[in-house]
């Protein structure tokens, strides 16, 4: 004997036999990691994780599987039901969601002293306000229910949980259902609006996402990229170029990385912003109750190799430079709306739209004239951090453009810095017996609603009296500009804007000129002083060389 195992005729040889196992293991580990699992014991029906014949996937980031929860098997009639169900578990998330901006729509600004802005109060230059056009407005509020002015903000199950941590991106709100998804199936505008299956969605909730901030961020005024400029559908999964941070196979940033959260308070605010960060690298929404700035991550000096850059700093913003163009992804944005032009019909007697070549309305007898822009270069402003807002009932000059929002600083101001906005232009309704502007009432199935009977009498008189705002009886129509400040569509560095770009004539801030600032800025008198001692001393350069040359003339004279 050599040592020589001999097996029977028939039998497999040892590298078949482990061959076979290998098989046999492989096939038990793929049909186990495959296999739906099971529900928690007690479980309602051990089917809930399934919906027809697919498995809902679990939130890759979620601390629990929803799935297996007893209180979201469902079936559900309506939002508010599913939100009872949340808070079985996250007994204090309403309570914690009714102290924010994002549910009240109010806020107080103790900085200016002015109260009652926020979106329910505040006046803008797209469709106005929310007053009188709550069910419309309100299809972006994370909540459910909020038709009129008597909506009660303490109800815990009016709070919609599933706007803001759905992740099967199947969960959208009704445009005219005043915060709540669609039940059954439906249509709007002649498109189908399939009803949402709420137990699916609420067994895959998850973080928050660029894709659910967007849901209405990206779509405010109306339509994809209409309000910000640098916020649209583009940015729910976007690349290098088009953002740095948020780029999809990069840093992969989401709305809250930046905008930390605490309790559901969401950091950052359009009332108050951090136009000078002088605290430099730091934990953002912990050193301070505001969002991270640039600095709180690139620190007070953030060009290691280009230290001149780091001097313009202290003045210009960050995304000045690095920003060079918004509405960059796709999407336009709106920059003009013409209120004034609404209420026109066709030949046949009935409301029409306009559109260009590439698809967007120019033209909408609801709404009146507009204007789109892509690849937009903003406009710069010395900005300190201040914004007042033209308030309801606040006398105006209609003889002028009138800021809704005034962007307060200047370069004498140590706290300002240049800044890059979107500035909206329009014109809108105000009231010319009282110098306010005025708050039409637009959404509606009654007669005063101008979207029924493009009767700008009545929408007004509607709109003005419903917020208990006098109302002369007389209108026309103003100029006005509403400022939004650039932050997000951050390029990457060899597309940042150049030196020559801006310190030339007619360049980038042509249009700040309470400072001067070199290869743009000239003082007459200066300039011919340099210019003379420059003439003086081509005039001493040629007499030297002159005398230097007779000289050597006379020498050799002498010589010979």
């Excluded at 529900?39 to 599987?65: H, K, L, M, N």
């Excluded at 109260?115 to 009188?132: E, H, S």
């Excluded at 759905?166 to 505008?189: C, I, L, N």
Aim: aromatic share 10%; hydrophobic share 35%.
């Amino acid at each position: 004997m050599n040592g020589t195992v001999r097996l029977p005729p028939g039998t497999l040889t040892s590298r078949a036999a482990r061959a076979l196992i290998c098989c046999i293991l492989a096939a038990v580990l793929v049909w186990a990691t495959t296999a739906p699992a099971p529900a928690q014991a007690g479980s309602a029906a051990a089917q809930g994780a399934i919906t027809g014949t697919s498995r809902i996937e679990v939130a890759p980031d979620s601390t629990a599987d929803h799935t297996t929860f007893e209180e979201l098997q469902g079936p559900f009639d309506s939002g508010p039901a599913v939100t009872a169900a949340c808070l079985e578990c996250h007994v204090n998330a309403a309570d914690q969601l009714h102290r924010t901006t994002h549910w009240t729509w109010a806020f107080d600004n103790a900085l200016t002293g002015q109260t009652d802005l926020g979106k329910r109060n505040v006046v803008n230059n797209f469709c106005v306000a929310t007053a009188t056009n709550w069910p419309r407005c309100t299809s972006c509020h994370i909540g459910y229910g909020w038709k009129d002015d008597g909506f009660d903000l303490t109800q815990d199950t009016a709070v919609d949980c599933l706007v803001c941590h759905d992740t099967t991106g199947t969960y959208k709100k009704f445009p005219t259902g005043a915060g709540h998804p669609a039940y059954e199936d439906t249509t709007w505008q002649g498109k189908p609006w399939p009803a949402v299956d709420l137990a699916r969605v609420a067994q895959a909730v998850g973080r928050t996402s660029r894709e659910t901030c967007g849901a209405c961020h990206f779509y405010g005024g109306g339509g994809d990229g209409v309000k910000h400029g640098d916020l649209d559908s583009s940015m729910a999964d976007p690349d290098f170029s088009l953002d740095v941070h948020m780029d999809r196979d990069g840093l992969d940033f989401r709305c809250s990385t930046c905008h930390t959260t605490g309790s559901h308070q969401v950091t950052g605010s359009r009332y108050t912003t951090t136009a000078v960060d002088r605290i430099g690298i730091d934990v953002p929404g912990h050193t301070d109750d505001t969002r991270a700035t640039c600095e709180s991550c690139h620190g007070m000096a953030a060009h290691d190799d280009h230290p001149k850059l780091n001097e313009h700093t202290d003045r210009v913003a960050c995304t000045t430079c690095h920003v060079p163009a918004f509405a960059r992804g796709g999407p336009k944005t709106k920059m003009w709306w013409d209120w004034s032009t609404a209420g026109q019909f066709n030949d046949a007697g009935k409301p029409y739209v306009v559109k260009g070549e590439d698809g967007y309305p120019l033209y909408v007898s609801k709404k009146g004239t507009f204007e789109w822009a892509a690849d937009v270069t903003p406009e710069y402003r010395w900005f300190n951090g201040i914004v007042r807002y033209t308030q309801r009932g606040e006398t105006i000059d209609p003889s002028g453009v009138v800021p809704i929002n005034a962007i307060e600083g200047s370069a004498a101001d140590p706290d300002a810095r240049i800044w890059p906005f979107k500035i909206m232009r329009g014109r809108q309704p105000y009231d010319s017996g009282h110098n306010v502007l005025a708050l039409p009432h637009l959404f509606g199935k009654d007669e005063a609603a101008f979207w029924k009977s493009f009767d700008w009498d009545k929408a007004l008189r509607g709109g003005m009296q419903a917020e208990t705002v006098s109302f002369s009886g007389s209108y026309g129509f103003v100029e006005t500009e509403y400022a939004w400040p650039i932050l997000h569509m951050v390029a990457p560095k060899e597309d940042a804007v150049g030196c020559n770009e801006c310190h030339t004539v007619g360049g980038r801030l042509a249009g700040l000129t309470d400072f001067y600032m070199p290869g743009r800025d000239t003082f007459p008198w200066l300039t011919a002083v340099g210019w003379g001692a420059a003439g003086l001393t081509l005039l001493g350069v040629l007499g030297h060389g002159l005398a230097r040359l007779i000289a050597a003339a006379r020498k050799r004279r002498t010589a010979a």
